[in-house]
């Protein structure tokens, strides 16, 4: 049957300096995402805010890089301004696209309904083995952090078990539910935030605000610079794909990224603050895990080991909301047809067995790799998905002009392609730094997903493995283009 969905209020939420336009559809109707059959309980807001703050940042713990590539100053400004340049312009075509399309395929979706499904496939494989490669960092990090205390863990095969053994539990903190995982995140970043609360209390009497002016021009890492400004404030989109797991997501869903994106600013810049104003500056010591050293020379042992263990709830946090979005995006990939079925299958606590193996087993090969090797390549292939993201967010606005959608931002098919210029600059220059090996290995995995999905689609063919497509999804391409509503096939 046909499902209609039509406009009949509009309000306005502000969201990081831009006026966004709220469309609201009938309160009646239900997301076509809404299966009676499925019982498992959605994410309200409160975990939903902290499950951005996780897939974005979860605090300060790797931003340090910024100041040891480019000194203070340009730390300090950098997460100040490049949050307008990228995290603003990302945070509300989320917002925009992912109400939308309320589904677990998220960004997947987005751009299958623009450009086809197989350039849908080319996101969602691009997509997800960055965020695979993301994941293989957080135990680098983990480990980083508690190496000082326990120095066994630096290297050999004590940081090897470290490494799956941590990976096991956290996987199988997945695989008990979404709604866990969410409140664990509540939990976990008020733990890691708080120690640089106190640390910045501590610190006023050692606070010298001339260090927050130092900057050398002529020695900069842009490089890396770039790279830990965008690592630290991408991944936005990343929700997107557990926007069927939401609970009424035409609100939630917005709110949660506005009230996140100020989070995430502040539990930058603050920290960052203290850092850099309370310690004489020593560029080479600021790599990942400094924080700690810092707060025990401002507060003593005492800060260091809450930093310390702050740091290692916050990877832990990164990790289990980086490996829901990657699991849930198979999982929606599948639903649309464009995986195995065998993708879509559930636990009993309704989250998806299969794609949660997949995440895993990459983060476990991936994490022997250096910090700022898996920053690069993630990063890398990060972009190439971002392009396709803007090109589908320009292209809806062209196509179906008058779809109804819940959560509008406030500018025209021209206004929709000037937003997007300042981020996909940002892009081309950070592909341009890349290093060669870095390039090779990522237009490697590339040319891998072109030829992966026509393969796929010759197994479905010879019907070596069952594909299918969730009847109660929408039709991507079924719109009424005469009036503001959207049909949906049941």
């Known amino acids: 049957m046909k499902l ?33 059959c499925h019982s498992y309980k959605k994410i309200s807001l409160l975990p939903l805010i902290f499950l951005i703050f996780y897939e974005v940042s979860g605090g300060p713990f790797g931003v340090e890089d910024s100041v040891k590539a480019a000194g203070p100053l340009l730390a300090l400004v950098g997460f100040l301004v490049f949050p307008f340049i990228w995290s603003v312009p990302e945070a509300l075509i989320t917002a925009e696209m992912g109400t939308m399309f309320p589904e677990d395929g998220g960004y997947v979706v987005w751009v299958s309904s623009a450009l086809g499904q197989y350039w849908g496939f080319q996101q969602g494989w691009m997509k997800w083995l960055s965020g695979v490669i993301d994941n293989a960092l957080y135990p680098v990090l983990f480990l980083d952090y508690l190496k000082s205390g326990f120095p066994a863990l630096g290297d050999g095969y004590p940081r090897i078990l470290a490494v799956i053994g941590l990976t096991v539990a956290l996987t199988y903190m997945n695989f008990r539910g979404l709604t866990i995982v ?46 830990t400004l965008f690592w630290n404030l991408n991944y936005w989109d990343s929700i ?100 195995p079925e065998f993708f879509a299958k559930r636990s009993r606590y309704g989250t998806p067995v299969i794609g949660i193996l997949f995440s895993a087993s990459g983060v476990v090969l991936l994490s022997q790799l250096t910090f700022q090797e898996i920053v690069a390549a993630e990063n890398f292939l990060y972009c190439f998905g971002m392009i396709l993201e803007f090109i589908a967010f320009v292209r809806l606005r062209m196509l179906y002009p008058a779809v109804s959608r819940p959560y509008k931002i406030p500018v025209g098919t021209v206004g929709a392609v000037l937003m997007c210029v300042p981020p996909t600059i940002l892009i081309c220059v950070v592909l341009a730094l890349s290093t060669l090996k870095v390039m090779a290995i990522s237009v490697f995995a590339i040319l891998f997903g072109l030829v992966l999905q026509p393969f796929l689609k010759y197994v479905e063919k010879k019907r070596w493995v069952r594909f299918s497509t969730s009847a109660d999804l929408p039709d991507l391409h079924n719109v009424d283009e005469n009036d503001e509503s959207l049909c949906l096939s049941e």
């Open 182 to 227: 969410g409140w664990v995140a509540v939990l976990l970043g008020v733990f890691s935030i708080l120690p640089f609360v106190i640390m910045g209390f501590v610190s006023v009497p050692k606070i010298d605000p001339a260090r927050w002016l130092v900057v050398d021009l002529h020695i900069i890492d842009w490089n890396l610079y770039l790279n």
């Open 240 to 339: 997107s794909t557990l926007a069927g797991e939401v609970d009424n997501p035409k609100k939630t869903l917005p709110k949660a990224l506005f009230y996140a994106l100020i989070f995430v600013i502040c539990g930058y810049f603050f920290p960052l603050l203290i850092g850099t104003g309370a310690v004489p500056l020593d560029r080479d010591l600021w790599t990942d895990g400094y924080f700690s050293d810092i707060a025990k020379i401002v507060g003593g042992v005492w800060l260091r080991w809450w930093v310390q263990a702050g740091a290692a709830m916050s990877n832990m946090g990164m990790f289990v909301t980086e490996m829901s979005s990657d699991s849930f995006q198979l999982l929606g990939m599948a639903e649309r047809g464009m995986l």
């Open 4 to 36: 209609r969905i039509t406009t009949n209020k509009q309000t306005s939420i502000p969201m990081g300096g831009y006026n966004v336009e709220y469309a609201g559809i009938n309160e009646e109707q239900h997301s076509p995402r809404t299966n009676p």
